[in-house]
């Protein structure tokens, strides 16, 4: 079966257990790789939000255990203040993906 990685990593345990994997392209956009998933053409490592759109659209997801330390941002021009709308998505993200600042 092929493998897609789009966050540029596989998990060491994953070659440690002596499962190799055939990682036959490295695709920088998750959801490109997602589509090829849901078209039976492989796996893929992608970040959590094409993950959770994936399961909606039928695909599967599955966590690591353990789990991958995933790096989040939330961008702003440093020169505006954020509107309550703009502080209310980042609140959401905040409470969906547990991030604790």
Request: aromatic share 4%; hydrophobic share 40%.
């Amino acid at each position: 079966m092929a493998s897609f990685t789009s966050l540029g990593v596989l998990h060491p345990e994953c070659s440690a257990n002596g499962r190799g994997f055939n990682v036959v392209a490295e695709i920088k956009q998750s959801a490109l790789a997602s589509e090829l998933v849901l078209k039976g053409m492989g796996v893929s490592v992608v970040d959590p939000f094409v993950a959770a759109a994936h399961e909606r659209r039928g695909g599967v997801a599955r966590n690591f255990s353990p789990s991958i330390e995933y790096h989040l941002d939330i961008l702003a021009h440093s020169d505006s203040r954020l509107s309550d709308t703009a502080r209310a998505l980042c609140d959401e993200i905040k409470r969906q993906t547990h991030i604790k600042k």
